[in-house]
């Protein structure tokens, strides 16, 4: 059993991003080619508590080195309050030849980027006639951080970044670290979150909301919003938009913006593909340049398998992390056969 921790995982993964956003895009290739298993995950609620909730993420993703595994992920939004991250994260690898596990990592980093780097395949992906140059980050928090890391990387186009948070000082001390981080980027706070989703035409939403507060009259034409939070935009404005997801079955659950919108209709005629699909296309995607675009991707455990894979042999090549023998039961002995 090979164990790695949070700062072995951020080891291997720093300066990874194009490895990162490469092993993101094969597994929605995989996805879209049938080539994967994603169970639907399974929520663990809370008696009289809202907002709290640990998710299992199961998931098999075929290739020439297939690999099966879970994420097991809690979401305490309260620890923000309290100086601590809003999620912790476990993942363990098991082998498809045994089927015995062979790796523990721990996952809120993995969790993160192969979120941000789902974005930032979006982006790169489902482009307008004129490049985006600028985004807006509602949400100052661990996953839009690293949207902007991958952001920077799929785009190095991008110049310009304006921020909005209902916390001002959590949005200043984002900016800040954004500043020191990236200091060619022009870092500008604003004041509401109407002129942060006017101020570019790539919005990414990254909140803890639960429930659906979000149109999209302030939005220029042409915008494309990365719905990471799932839950912010108002199903109305959801029905109205052109919807690319990763799966969805899996982004009409749980009562996401999506999922209130297809109880509304009756049907999902309103998500117009899969970004898995849109990847496989021979054609380059352009989007509406009048209209809104959102991208609701749900999460699929394949991508934590696909960059948890990606840092686990990183790491055996480099020699990291803590073998643990003795973790498994010992195999009983075969009986001797009997002689005559």
């Given at each position: ?40 995950s ?11 909730r ?72 489902l ?13 100052c ?104 997801v990763?799966?969805?079955?899996h982004?009409?659950r ?19 593909t899969s ?12 989007r ?29 090549r480099?020699g ?21």
């Amino acid at each position: 059993m090979l164990i790695l921790g949070a700062d072995e995982v951020r080891d291997v993964l720093d300066g990874a991003e194009t490895d990162v956003l490469e092993v993101v895009r094969q597994a929605y290739l995989l996805h879209a080619r049938e080539q994967t298993a994603v169970p639907h995950s399974v929520f663990l609620r809370f008696p009289d508590d809202e907002r709290n909730r640990i998710i299992a993420l199961p998931a098999y993703l075929g290739s020439d080195t297939p690999v099966a595994g879970m994420k097991w992920i809690a979401s305490f939004p309260g620890n923000v309050a309290a100086g601590r991250e809003r999620a912790s994260a476990t993942m363990i690898l098991n082998s498809m030849r045994t089927g015995e596990p062979e790796a523990i990592l721990e996952a809120s980093t993995i969790s993160a980027r192969r979120t941000a780097a789902s974005a930032a395949i979006a982006a790169a992906t489902l482009t307008a006639a004129t490049p985006d140059t600028g985004v807006t980050l509602v949400g100052c928090g661990v996953i839009n951080f690293e949207v902007l890391r991958f952001l920077r990387a799929a785009l190095p186009e991008l110049q310009a970044v304006t921020l909005f948070d209902l916390d001002p000082q959590r949005a200043e001390r984002f900016g800040r670290r954004c500043a020191h981080q990236w200091p060619e980027l022009a870092i500008t706070v604003a004041e509401g979150i109407e002129p942060a989703m006017a101020a570019h035409r790539l919005v990414c939403l990254a909140t803890t909301a639960s429930r659906p507060h979000l149109d999209a009259r302030h939005c220029r034409p042409g915008t494309l919003i990365l719905h990471l939070s799932l839950r912010d935009l108002l199903p109305d404005t959801v029905r109205s938009a052109t919807n690319i997801v990763d799966d969805a079955d899996h982004a009409c659950r749980a009562a996401t913006s999506l999922d209130l919108a297809a109880r509304q209709t009756g049907n999902r005629d309103f998500i117009a593909t899969s970004i898995g699909e849109v990847l496989a296309a021979t054609t380059p995607y352009r989007r509406d340049e009048h209209g809104l675009t959102v991208f609701s991707p749900f999460g699929l455990g394949i991508l934590d398998l696909a960059v948890a894979d990606l840092a686990r042999r990183a790491a055996e090549r480099l020699g990291l992390g803590t073998r643990l023998p003795g973790f498994l039961p010992t195999p009983e002995p075969a009986p001797a056969q009997a002689t005559v």
